[in-house]
């Protein structure tokens, strides 16, 4: 029979590598704890029209990545979750989590888009989202990039750059992409075919394009800074500030637009040199106006996501990943009456909190001490009919050139303890 495959763009993640996604998960779990935010979990699945409304009809998400189709028993649109801020937005209003005041959250989890796939670009890949609802001050978008670099250095990531932007209000905005349209307009001769048809959906997205012919068009584009009126530019100039005294370096980059509509004001990423084209592992901004364009009353909101892939793959390239945690012991066996014995001992000594692998499958003696060998544990404990009858075990180091003794049962815990010690 034919074999079956994983679907394109969708990844298993062996033990190896899931050991060093459960160390990741562990240091940002801490990281988000240290910082007050609190797990959300959201379904995986939501309705279409929450993604066409918050992320916006006219983006690449929306346009042509979404995993949608129709529930065949009531005929309702669904999707498979492209990003998390929606669902999450959607999740606050739905159980006025914000009546109580502002709620700082974070979930994490696998997204799905159907983009081409290539290295660091998934069609399900994981987050960690980390969203601050019901704020509206720039102190907490100095907080959110803040905590950013204080992440990098618990995972000891190094290299990572800060681009930071201002969007401005909607108003601002709009007054910018009239004046911009006219100006593609005017060079529209010099635009590729995505350009052009994004010049009047999504005009500001041609900012970002990474065709060099589209890119010197825009270097000679209106500016949005320009546009920004006072409130706007002391948000920007508040945020600055905080980050300045922190210590944390950034780069205004006025081209930063992010590839979703529900921003405004503040947008940033992070970007790394050494991924290739898919550089950043982290992306983020203010979204005050997301409450309402879901049905909610208004409420400011602020939040960045971080793809799990890419930040993997540079922690692979950095020396900082801990070995993984091997067994305390492995259990041997063989005779009459051993199984039982050396099972109910393991569950034993697990009580006590002990790593303990059982051999399973049969086989000769010898060839279960290489297996217990090979699972890197630093004990073998071996039962056989003597054992059984003595109420002992034999206690063997495999890690050490030490004679191999038999011991009392009772006093095998306290003698795996002294030996845990021991390494620490
Ligand atoms: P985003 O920029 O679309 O933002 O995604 C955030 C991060 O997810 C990216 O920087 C990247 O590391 C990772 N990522 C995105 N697409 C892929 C992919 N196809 N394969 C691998 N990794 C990927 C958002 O999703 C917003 N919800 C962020 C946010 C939260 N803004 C406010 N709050």
Redesign the pocket.
């Known amino acids: 029979m034919s074999t079956i495959q994983a679907v394109r763009g969708m990844n298993d993640i062996l033990p190896d590598e899931a050991e060093r996604w459960l160390q990741f998960e562990a240091t940002v779990q801490a990281w988000l704890a240290r910082y007050g935010y609190r797990n959300i979990r959201m379904p995986i699945v939501e309705p279409t029209p929450l993604f066409r409304r918050a992320i916006g009809e006219a983006t690449d998400?929306v346009e042509k990545e979404m995993y949608t189709w129709r529930d065949e028993l009531n005929g309702e649109e669904l999707t498979l979750r492209?990003?998390?801020?929606a669902s999450c937005v959607r999740a606050a209003i739905e159980h006025s989590l914000l009546h109580d005041g502002p709620k700082r959250l974070w979930y994490a989890g696998p997204?799905f888009?159907h983009?081409r796939p290539q290295k660091?670009?998934?069609?399900q890949?994981h987050?960690y989202?980390?969203?601050a609802l019901g704020f509206s001050g720039p102190d907490i978008d100095a907080e959110l990039i803040a905590m950013c670099a204080a992440l990098w250095r618990d995972l000891g990531l190094e290299g990572l750059r800060l681009e930071l932007n201002s969007i401005g209000a909607p108003e601002e905005r709009a007054r910018y992409r009239a004046d911009l349209v006219g100006y593609l307009e005017r060079h529209v001769d010099r635009l590729d075919a995505d350009a052009r048809r994004r010049m009047h959906t999504n005009p500001l997205r041609t900012l970002d394009s990474k065709n060099p012919m589209v890119q010197e068009v825009v270097a000679g584009a209106p500016s949005l800074a320009e546009y920004l009126g006072e409130a706007s530019l002391a948000h920007f100039d508040g945020l600055k500030r905080l980050l300045e005294a922190a210590g944390i370096p950034y780069a205004i980059n006025p081209r930063l637009v992010?590839?979703?509509d529900y921003?405004n004001l503040t947008v940033f990423?992070w970007v790394s040199d050494r991924l290739g084209a898919?550089g950043?592992?982290?992306?983020?901004?203010r979204?005050d106006g997301l409450f309402q364009l879901i049905g909610g009353k208004p409420a400011p909101a602020?939040?960045?996501?971080?793809?799990n892939?890419?930040l993997m793959a540079l922690l692979a390239e950095s020396a900082s990943v801990a070995p993984r945690e091997a067994p305390d012991a492995y259990l041997v066996f063989q005779g009459e009456g051993t199984q039982a014995y050396a099972f109910v001992l393991g569950e034993e000594l697990r009580a006590h909190g002990f790593r303990i692998v059982m051999h399973a499958g049969g086989g000769s003696f010898k060839s279960q001490m290489k297996k217990a060998d090979a699972s890197g544990a630093r004990h073998a404990l071996i039962i056989g009919e003597n054992e059984v009858g003595a109420g002992e075990v034999a206690f063997k180091d495999l890690r050490a050139q030490v004679e191999q003794v038999s011991v009392k049962r009772e006093r095998l815990a306290g003698l795996m303890a002294a030996a845990r010690e021991q390494t620490r």
């Open positions: 998400i492209p990003e998390g801020t997204m888009r983009e660091g670009r998934y069609r890949f987050q989202g980390v969203e992010r590839g979703l921003y990423e898919q950043t592992v982290c992306g983020g901004g979204y602020a939040g960045f996501a971080m793809g892939e890419r």
